[in-house]
């Protein structure tokens, strides 16, 4: 079942709203080996209705399901979004939808994770990479040929 807010129940009150969604009703496919959702989404938020929007303010919490990009051991990663706000307007031309007098959350909750997926998740800052695999090597490649700028460098105007 998504994460919907009824607008009736906050005309009298703001609401607030806990619980999981589990990853099935995110439906977020990242169609990726390095990270997996498997776990369910913890969600502490409180919701209240402006004149023609919806603000939502809360926490989100995820964990991860990674692969180290250097050295591909298997870790957990918590995303949290601490300070989650969300405004919807319900008039005019980007209106949500509303249906039987609820807005779904799930999409911008959705579209708002998917945006702090970590890029390159690392098991540990100082990860070395696969064992006699060089990371990070300070060493410069030898220069088979010399180089076009070094060329047009010695041009003199």
């Not at 009150?13 to 959702?37: A, M, S």
């Not at 579209?111 to 690392?122: A, K, R, T, Y």
Request: hydrophobic fraction near 35%; include cysteine; charged fraction near 25%.
């Amino acid at each position: 079942m998504p994460l919907t807010v009824n607008l009736r129940h906050l005309e009298a009150h703001n609401i607030e709203l806990e619980g999981k969604l589990p990853v099935e009703e995110l439906d977020i496919d990242t169609r990726d080996e390095i990270i997996q959702l498997k776990q369910p989404l913890e969600y502490r938020l409180e919701a209240q209705k402006l004149t023609d929007s919806l603000l939502l303010q809360g926490r989100l919490s995820l964990v991860l399901e990674c692969k180290c990009v250097r050295c591909l051991k298997a870790f957990q990663y918590l995303l949290e979004i601490r300070d989650w706000t969300c405004h919807l307007p319900l008039q005019g031309e980007e209106a949500v939808p509303v249906f039987n007098e609820c807005v779904d959350l799930t999409p911008h909750i959705r579209e708002d994770i998917l945006l702090s997926f970590p890029q390159h998740p690392l098991c540990r800052q100082e990860c070395g990479g696969l064992p006699g695999a060089s990371v990070g090597s300070s060493k410069q490649p030898e220069q088979t040929a010399p180089s076009a700028w070094a060329e047009l460098n010695k041009l003199k105007f």
